[in-house]
């Protein structure tokens, strides 16, 4: 079967065979003008070509220009507003006089009702739709084809204190634009060139933890509550402590649906009370890493500031951090530093300390409160918190963190040596015994007192006697310190 490139070409030749010699030439004469035609257009196109090409190498010099440092920051009053209907002549004073062609005139039919939302800052205008079709520009009258330009338009103050109107935004898509927001702008022209973060005291910004932390519930020991429970994405833990801190941040955090579906809402915030080194600092970073949300660490002194209402804005702060980087969990170490109970005192310090916490308090259940962010707060002290701090709605969960009994001891023991090259005679059951009324942390230290004497004989294995000596010495450094507070 004969391809159709053969046949068209058979056929071309019948019809060229059968058509005179003046049909033949009136048809090549059709086919060159065609040709001509053809690469005018392919000239104009590379000529309109050459021309986009060069715009947008001026454009992109322009924006290179505008962009350079320093910028004036402003603020967003109205975004984005549609301009209203206009004509050239009037009223231009309301823009920028430093840049000509952001200049734009109203109508007089709506010049009263834009001119004065200008003068009050644009708080609740109402949106004008553009319309330059709806009225013919007379005879002669002149044309400002910046200001006809269709699109949004926003309203912002900048930093010198000015009011500004801009038809033509800048290189910021409007319609990402809202009020509050902080942009950068030209000095010059008040073209917005780039959106700026949220101002933040930087004491706020440095509690963020940025990396995640690596501590998970197999470095936990010591909780002598018993408790099986098994969840679908969690491995079986049995210890109590454990399972009500992830029921109340973890689950409202990774399963929310479960809350839904029974209607029930979560706990807004949990309190670690304890004797010091029984791991209520391990327990709200081992919390946080199980989940993907914001880790904010504060300290309770951190936040008792010398001046008058710093410590609450501290506290305002670091909940507006949390908000805008939900979900997130603050975690309040030392929390009786500013939740104590309320006393009446002429002492200005008492009364700001006061005062930050109730600002604490309006965090936590106020007006502005979030679901998606978690408290935990820990402290030494929790007979001396105020009870507001302490009530249901606020930090719901109390969880106790007593010392370690004698099995618990054991298991701190294995979990603080699992690394080190131990002996297979050390007993940790006997070294369990010999440690009573020893917390968590003094619990590491035997460990690394043991590890540094094995060190000091040069020894490839920490045995039994290198843990007994460790014992003695911790034991020696708790008296001491015993006596000398005594």
Known sequence: ??????EDSSFEEDQLASMSTDDIIRASRLLDNEIRILKEELQRTNLELDSFKEKIKENQEKIKLNKQLPYLVGNIVEAPLHPPSYKPGCYSQFLPQTCPYLQITFAVEVVQTWESA????LQSPSILEMNPEDEAEEDGANIDLDSQRKGKCVVLKTSTRQTIFLPVVGLVDPDKLKPGDLVGVNKDSYLILDTLPSEYDSRVKAMEVDEKPTEDYNDIGGLEKQASFLYSDLDAFKIEQIQELVEAIVLPMTHAERFQKLGVRPPKGVLLYGPPGTGKTLMARACAAQTNATFLKLAGPQLVQM??????????????????????????????????KRFDSEVSGDREVQRTMLELLNQLDGFSSDDRIKVIAATNRADIL??????????????????????????????????????????????????????????????????MLALRRDATEVNHEDFNEGIIQVQAKKKASLNYYA
């Open 118 to 121: 200008i003068r009050v800052g």
């Open 386 to 451: 105020d009870p507001a701090l302490m009530r249901s709605g606020r930090l719901d969960r109390k969880i106790e963190f007593p010392h370690p009994t004698e099995e618990a001891r054991a298991r701190i023991l294995q979990i603080h040596s699992r690394k080190m090259n131990v002996h297979p005679d050390v007993n940790f059951e006997e070294l369990a015994r010999s440690t009573d009324d020893f917390n968590g942390a003094q619990l590491k230290a035997v460990c690394v007192e043991a590890g």
């Open 1 to 6: 079967m004969a391809s159709p490139m053969v």
């Open 307 to 340: 001046f008058i209402g710093d410590g609450a804005k501290l506290v305002r702060d670091a909940f507006l951090l949390a908000k805008e980087k939900s979900p997130c969990i603050i975690f309040i170490d030392e929390i009786d530093a500013i939740g104590t």
